[in-house]
């Protein structure tokens, strides 16, 4: 563990703790079956889909031959696996008959079960951070990044930059809520980058890029503006805009000029 955390692997890092998260012999005995994925498995399914369930990872989208991938980053995942694997074959996790120069057979289908869960994790981990605390100021509470984490229910959740939905994570939980209200049949959707009111449309679409997709949320289809360039007083907005009763606009808008004084 320590070598792997010193070797800076990020989502990487999951893959090896996927895999080893059971017995070699568990993967060997249907390997052909964890060569293969299925990216739909669970739809019109009425069986529930568990995040427990390591199939359920190992059929992550993985965009497997998109992307444009150059020739030095194919490389890296290269080198990680090769050393991903060594690690395996040091701790004993897999057993070769006799030394060789070159991977033996287990050695060679682990490795390419390793890139696959590699894809799986970059494309479907989140971020998660602890929160310093004061215990006096809650404000001067900080918040600081500790690792990566996958949740193979939540990583379904579709990416729009004006998300209504965030997550909170608590040891080994975590807890998804809505941020507006959403009605009955609206889909649930996360943030992948920063959201419409603090990012620009460029740069939210340069960052995207690596997941492959061109986001067409409606903040970024009718480019809606970043929250520095908004109207700082409400007072003149047309009533129309509010999609409020006339005689609740008064009241709303006399509270939020009070919180912003």
């Not at 399914?45 to 992307?67: Q, R």
């Not at 998300?163 to 649930?188: C, D, L, M, Q």
């Amino acid at each position: 563990t320590d070598i792997m955390f010193q070797a800076s692997l990020g989502a990487w890092g999951l893959a090896y703790r996927v895999l080893t998260s059971r017995p070699w012999e568990y993967f060997r005995q249907n390997i052909e079956a964890w060569l293969t994925h299925d990216e739909k498995v669970g739809v019109g399914s009425s069986e529930v889909y568990s995040s427990e369930d390591i199939a359920s990872f190992h059929n992550l989208v993985t965009h497997n031959g998109v992307g444009n991938k150059q020739a030095p980053e194919l490389m890296m995942q290269c080198h990680v696996v090769v050393f991903l694997v060594r690690l395996l074959l040091k701790v004993g996790y897999i057993k070769e008959k006799e030394e060789a120069d070159e991977f033996q057979e287990d050695a060679m289908l682990a490795g390419r079960l390793l890139h696959h869960f590699m894809r799986a994790a970059y494309y479907n981990t989140h971020e998660t951070t602890q929160v310093l605390s004061t215990k006096s100021d809650f404000e001067g509470n900080t918040s600081v990044r500790i690792g990566r984490l996958t949740n193979p229910s939540l990583a379904l959740l579709n990416h729009s930059c004006d998300p209504n939905y965030r997550r909170v994570s608590s040891g080994i939980t975590t807890y998804g809520f809505a941020t507006k209200p959403i009605h009955k049949g609206a889909e649930i959707c996360d943030v992948y980058c920063k959201p419409f009111s603090v990012g620009d449309l460029e740069d939210r679409h340069k960052y995207l890029a690596k997941y492959n997709f061109e986001c067409r949320c409606s903040a970024c289809g009718e480019n809606w503006r970043v929250m520095e360039c908004l109207p700082g007083s409400l007072d003149s907005r047309e009533v129309k805009r509010y999609n409020q009763p006339q005689s609740r606009i008064n009241s709303q808008v006399q509270r939020v000029n009070r919180v912003m004084e």
